[in-house]
Every structure is written in C-alpha cells, then in structure tokens.
C-alpha cells in the first residue's frame, strides 16, 4: 500500500507546484476567476471533461454497471448526450453575455440584486451538495485504500479539503484548470489500459466479452444452492415496474438538462477567448467524454464478469468495482495506480466545486448583492472569493465527516442534477431567447426549481422507506415514500419551467428587461461587448 | 430598395448624428446581416435539438416499456444495448454537424464586426 501512498504523494506535489507557478501569475479578478480568459479550446476541452468525470463517473458508474448491468450504462449515455444541449443552446451566448458566474447572464437584463441573490443560493445548494457527495467518496476511499497505515475517514477527509483550498485560495482558476487537465489525462490514460486489460482477457474477441456479460453469475440462491445467473445486457436490472421506465425518463431529463445547469461547467467557458473557442472546447470535451463513458462499458461489464459481484461486495462494496478489477487484471502495481486516478479525480473536482462556489458567492452575493454593485477596495472581491473557499471546503468537511463513510450519496448527486436543471436551467435559457421574461419569473423559476426539487428528493424513495432485514443502505425516514421517484426531475423540472413563466406572465411587464433584450441578444449572438481575454 | 447596411456608411440615417454608445445594439439589432444570422441560427439549432431531444427520450421509452423487445439479440449484443451505443455516435455528428454550420454564423459575425469599424472610423473622422 506504500506505492498507492507513493503515487497519490506525486500527484499532490505535481498539483502544488502547479499551484505555486499559477499563484505567480494570477493578478487581478479577471485571471483569478477566469484564468484570464487566456485558456485555448483543447485545454478547456479536457479541463471540462475533467470537471465533469468526477468520482461519481469514475467509481460510481463502473460499480452500477458492475450490479445493475445495462440500467447502469443508461447513466453513461445520459451523461455524454447532455453536452449536445450544452453546444447547441447554452455555451456561446453565456460566454458572450457573462463574466465570472451563472448569473452574470440572469443579472444582465433583469432586476440584478433579487436575480443574483437567487442565483447565488442556488448555486451554493449545487455545488455544496456536490462536493459533499465527493468528499465522503474520497474519504471512503482513502480510508480503504491506506488501511494498513491507520489513515481515519475524518483525516482523510481534512486531508483532501485542505489540498483542495490551497489550489483555489492560491492558484485561483489557473490552476484549478491544469489540475483538471492533468487529472484528466491520467483518468482516460487509466480507463484506456483497463479496457485494453479487459479486451486482452478474452482474447480480444467482444463475442467472447459479450457472452460472458449475458451469464453473470450474481450470487448463490439460499434455497436451491445454486447460483444464479442474470443477463447484464438486458434491461430494468435496477429500474423495475411499476416505476422503472418512468424513473428512467425522470433520470434522462435531470442529466440532459442538468449539465447546462452545473455552475461549476458553466464557469468554464468564461475561462477562453470568446465564444467560438468556447464553441470549439465544448467539442473536444464531447470526444474525451463520450469515449470515456463507452469505455465505462469495459470497466463496469468487466468488474461483473472478472471480479464478480461477491468479491466487491466483500472488499469495500460497489464503489471498489473499477480499482478491484485493476488488481485482478493487473496486480498490486495497476491497483495503486487506478486508486490514485480515483484520488486525483475526486481532489479535481472538488477543487472545480470550489472554486465556483466561492466565486459565486463573492461576485453575485458580495459583490452585487451586499455592495451594490460597488467594489469599495481593489482587490476586494478576490480576497472574499479567497475567504469562502475557507468556508465552503470547511463547511462541506464537517458535513462529509459528520454523515460518515457509509453514507447514502448517490442521492446528493442526483439532488444537484435536479436543482441544476429544474432551478438554474430554465432560467437560464429563458433570460436569453424569451423577450417577455422579466426579474419576478427568474425569482420564482429559481425558487420553484430549488424548492420543488429538494422536496421531492426528502419525500422519494432515497430518504424515504421501511428497510428490511438485512439492508444495507438505510433510510432517514422509516415510511413509504411518497413521491415513488428517485429521480425528480419530471415533475420538478416542469415545476421549475412554470414557476419562471407563470411568474413572468401574472406580473407586469419590465420595460427595461424588455428593451435590454435587443442588447443581450446582439451580444449573445455576435460576442459584440464581450469581456476580452487580458494580457499577460 | 436598398438596404441601410448595403447603403455607403455616410449615408446611413445614424450617422447624420454621432452614435451614443448605447444605440450600436439597436443598429445591429436593425442590420440584415444580423438578422439573418438568427434567421440561419435557428433554422439549424431548432431542429437539431428537436431531433436529439426526440432520439435520446426513445432509448428510455423503449427500455423502460417494452423491455422484451429490446432485449431480442442482435450479434453478440442486443438491440437495447445497440441503440444506447448509438445514441454516442448521434450526438458525435450533431455536434460535427452544428461546428460546420457554425462556420456560417462566424462570417455573418465577422461582417457585422467589420462593418461597426468602418461605421466608428467613420464617425471618429466625421467628429474631427
């Protein structure tokens, strides 16, 4: 285990020195928070790609797909697909029309204070919600990995909160930018040689692959003593009637709507020249992630057929599936190697997280909500950004190690995609092509979103539900669920959509919204007035 | 009739005054150029997520319904199998697609840019 310690060791030292170098050339806002708009297409490609790759994907995918087979895979197709929404209705004209945050656009013809305000709690909601998911990932994982050197879940957990605030207090989005490349690039590396690994065990031949994923042995039944063997490739493994096929829908609208909607991916496209490269950043990100998530296929079909679902269940659960079949492939020596990945990904995302979080918070809250719009001292909004980092990654610290390693944290995963597409997607979309749109339909759009789908989510199976003898995920609420739905997004991304229109339509109409729309959409469309990329 | 942007920069009725810097969105706003630029946009965007939308809410739709028939064999896989791989190599060429058409937009963008330089320098020469 010393090597595993080894390679995460290297990694935190390549990422620091990174840190160091772009500490010394972050001057000014605008290279703090938008690494000075100096980024080109292919590097903010893969720093997408390495944003939105997190341990979720990484971990998370192979070990459903591992369990649930084909259902899992849904996730994966889901995931790649949202990006067509990103390209064609979201990246350029936030590009144009924005300068450090989500809500520069909102903020940009409507009423700003009550805008950003929304906006800004929004935004904290997704990305908390997020990074604490990560955060017990990375605990877990490190505990598991480290146990032999008596490594807690809370020290592992300090561990990589600290490294992630002095990335974002010190090398601001420079950085945080090169640590998502570089974590990238050894992320595909690794699921490249896996899949490879995989192919060579059965000859090379995906007849011989396939056929072993439509014979997965997933247990012995207790009566019969037999074992029992299920088809990976067919259908409704994890979503079965009577709500299956309706959570599958919910599920594809949150991801499909939800990545336009993540504050830390949109933050991104402020960080190049203009609108084409952002146009052209989005591509490269679209190549790296979807051969990423058909690769998933191999990781996920592999820890199933190779390592079997007994093992992982026995050897650190579901989560372990990609870096078990590391070990069974390849041996001590991969196995270090694909859990640093695993370590890597996770402390690049949550330095990603933070750095829009804190952003967010010092832009729209401080900024132009508190100060009106008035920087009192040069430098100001910097040194809040710096602060919140402080707070947020403490905040998210004390969460992670209060729930614990065993904590349920799919559903904060799913929570942010449904807050992310039902709160901050419609308004979004509606403050750039609808002329009528006005302050009070993007407060309530906001509001709606938020609210409706974090209800959803307390009153739906994952928080909800009677566990049985023997369970092993257990439920905050030992009642039937109401809402039958793990995933919100069906009602609450129309709850978000009718909140923004009803709330637009019954109040009077905003003049000034009205004839700033004019401006917006010349700006959004022809990048005329756009914020520059500065000198060096 | 001659369109104002095809008239000679001079003659343009703005010009008979100096441009606030507020009123350049209104004369874009007003231009052909960029007119048709939404005109091309949209006839490309709309479609192309109508067709995306449509095609990815199948792959749920059929898995989710009608299981059994996705799960009829085609090779070494099955059909449900098939049509979420594709659904990569669909949203691919959407994108390919919409990066070439883009190319269009770009130049409506460029001769829009070109033609507010000529129109400033015009205006800073008329101010002198």
Redesign the interface.
């Known amino acids: 285990m010393s090597l595993t310690l080894g390679l995460f060791l290297a990694f935190i030292v390549v990422t620091l020195g990174i840190t160091y170098w772009a500490a010394q050339r972050s001057k000014g806002a605008g290279a703090y928070f938008a690494a000075g708009r100096r980024i080109t297409a292919w590097q903010n490609g893969v720093a997408v790609a390495g944003d939105y790759m997190s341990a979720a994907s990484f971990l998370g995918i192979a070990g459903l797909i591992a369990f649930f087979g084909y259902d899992g895979f849904m996730y994966s197709v889901g995931w790649l697909v949202a990006y067509l929404t990103v390209l064609l209705v979201v990246a350029e004209p936030l590009r144009n029309a924005g300068k450090y945050t989500m809500a520069d656009v909102l903020a940009y013809r409507l009423s700003p204070r009550p805008v950003r305000a929304m906006a800004s709690i929004s935004t904290l909601t997704v990305s908390t919600f997020y990074m604490i998911a990560q955060m017990v990932g990375a605990g877990a994982l490190v505990t598991l990995l480290l146990k032999d050197s008596g490594i807690h879940f809370s020290t592992a957990v300090i561990g990589v909160g600290l490294l992630m605030i002095v990335y974002v207090v010190f090398g601001g989005m420079l950085a945080t930018t090169w640590v998502q490349i570089i974590k990238a690039i050894l992320l595909m590396s690794g699921t490249i040689l896996l899949s490879i690994l995989v192919l060579a065990h059965f000859g090379f031949s995906f007849g011989a692959f396939f056929d072993a994923v439509s014979h997965v042995s997933t247990g012995v039944d207790p009566k019969t003593g037999q074992s029992i063997i299920k088809d990976f490739l067919q259908p409704g493994l994890r979503y079965k009637p009577p709500y299956g096929a309706l959570d599958l829908i919910s599920l594809g609208m949150a991801l499909i709507l939800g990545t336009a909607g993540l504050p830390h991916i949109l933050v991104r496209f402020y960080t190049v020249p203009d609108a084409k490269t952002a146009r052209y950043s989005v591509v490269w990100a679209m190549v790296l992630i979807g051969s990423f998530y058909i690769m998933t296929t191999f990781l996920g079909f592999g820890a199933a057929t190779i390592v079997g679902q007994s093992y992982i269940k026995t050897h650190g659960g579901t989560n372990m599936s990609a870096p078990l079949l590391a070990q069974a492939l390849a041996g001590n020596v991969f196995f270090a190697f694909i859990s640093a990945i695993a370590f890597a990904t996770i402390l690049a995302v949550v330095a990603g997280l933070t750095i829009s979080a804190s952003t967010s918070f010092a832009h729209d809250l401080w900024t132009n909500v508190i100060h009106r719009g008035v920087e009192r001292k040069a430098g100001e909004e910097v040194r809040v950004a710096r602060i919140t980092a402080f707070v947020v990654g403490g905040v998210a610290m004390a969460i992670a190690i209060a729930l614990g390693p065993t904590a349920n944290v799919a559903f904060l995963v799913a929570l942010a995609f449904a807050v992310a597409a039902s709160a901050n997607l419609p308004v979004i979309v509606l403050s750039i092509y609808w002329k009528r749109f006005n302050t009070t339909g993007a407060v309530l759009g906001l509001g709606f979103g938020l609210v409706g789908s974090i209800l959803l989510i307390l009153i739906g199976p994952s928080i909800m539900g009677i566990d049985g003898p023997g369970a092993t995920v257990h439920h905050l609420i030992q009642r039937a669920p109401i809402f039958p739905l793990e995933n919100p997004g069906i009602l609450s991304i129309p709850i978000g959509f009718a909140g923004a229109v009803l709330g637009t339509l019954l109040s009077g109409r905003e003049a000034s919204a009205e004839h700033k729309f004019t401006e917006l959409q010349v700006r959004a469309n022809t990048g005329l007035g756009a914020e520059k990329a500065t000198a060096h | 009739m001659p369109h104002e942007s095809q008239l000679p920069v001079a003659l343009a009725p703005e010009n008979t005054t100096k441009p606030e810097p507020?009123d350049?969105?209104?004369h874009?706003?007003a231009m052909d150029e960029?007119k048709l630029?939404?005109i091309a946009?949209s006839e490309f965007?709309i479609p192309?997520?109508i067709t995306?939308?449509v095609y990815?809410?199948l792959?749920?739709?059929s898995?989710?319904?009608f299981?059994q028939l996705?799960?009829k064999r085609v090779g070494?896989?099955?059909l449900?199998?098939l049509f979420?791989?594709s659904?990569?190599f669909v949203?691919?060429t959407?994108?390919?697609l919409?990066?070439r058409g883009?190319r269009k937009?770009?130049n409506f963008?460029t001769r829009?840019?070109d033609h507010?330089d000529k129109r400033e320098a015009e205006r800073l020469k008329g101010g002198n």
């Open positions: 507020e350049v969105w209104e874009v706003a960029f630029l939404l946009k965007v192309a997520v995306f939308v990815y809410f792959l749920p739709i898995v989710g319904y299981p996705m799960d070494p896989v099955n449900a199998y979420a791989l659904q990569f949203a691919w959407i994108a390919a919409y990066v883009a937009f770009d963008g829009i840019m507010l």
